[in-house]
């Protein structure tokens, strides 16, 4: 299996331009995590989907950022408009029922977000 | 809520035994992850402790006491390729049953010296 998938792997864009992040998770997985990674706040939790439902969304941090995911092997987040304090490691995970019950969450390689 | 505590920084010398510590406050545990993630990497699951002892895979070794809110994870033999971050999350039903949710601590960075 390739693994979680994302695109891009790093972007660079100017404050005020949209961004939009992908992620193509492991076949046969139900569940999908976007996770922010900064130096600050560590690895937080946006949101997740189960069978491409969003589940929880408490982790969003404001309504500049939505994430959709219209089929089980695609989903988007994206920030509109994007600013400097965005800029982080954007990751993407997914997971079965039994590997979630042992806490096995698979990550992609990540998208690294400059806002300049 | 939820709170993980685990030291920032760890070193240690290639061939010894480290242990990272972490522990936890939660509501309605249901059990504790670690993870590594290697600079400019992505995290990859180590182990997963739901019931009280020890859990061991190959050079590492996790340890969860329940009643302590308090786990570790041991590494032995350490190599210089272990020098990575290593983080501990916690799985609980703070968002509900069913919840695959993981809530993550800051890490602990972890140097393997000559």
């Given at each position: 299996d390739a693994g979680v998938i994302q695109s891009p792997r790093h972007e660079v864009t100017e404050m005020g331009q949209e961004v939009t992040l992908r992620c193509k998770p492991i076949s046969g997985h139900d569940y999908l995590f976007w996770y922010r990674q900064t130096m600050m706040r560590g690895l937080e939790l946006l949101i997740y989907f189960n069978n491409n439902v969003p589940?929880?969304?408490?982790?969003?941090?404001?309504?500049?950022f939505s994430a959709k995911m219209p089929n089980a092997s695609f989903s988007t987040l994206k920030i509109?408009?994007?600013?400097?304090?965005?800029s982080a490691v954007y990751f993407c995970a997914s997971s079965l029922e039994i590997s979630g019950v042992r806490g096995e969450q698979f990550f992609g390689p990540g998208t690294r977000l400059t806002v300049l | 809520g939820q709170s993980l505590e685990q030291p920032s920084e760890v070193t240690a010398v290639e061939g010894a035994i480290v242990q990272i510590n972490c522990t936890y406050q939660t509501s309605g545990f249901y059990g504790l992850s670690w993870y590594q993630q290697h600079d400019g990497g992505a995290p990859t699951f180590l182990s997963y402790n739901a019931l009280d002892g020890l859990e061991e895979t190959g050079r590492f070794s996790s340890f969860l006491s329940r009643s302590d809110s308090y786990g570790y994870l041991l590494l032995q033999?350490?190599?210089?390729?272990?020098?990575a971050s290593y983080f501990c999350a916690v799985r609980d039903r703070y968002s509900g049953a069913g919840s695959y949710q993981l809530t993550f601590g800051k890490g602990t960075k972890l140097s393997v010296i000559p």
């Open positions: 589940i929880d969304d408490s982790g969003m941090p404001e309504d500049r509109q408009p994007s600013e400097p304090r965005d | 033999e350490l190599q210089m390729k272990d020098s």
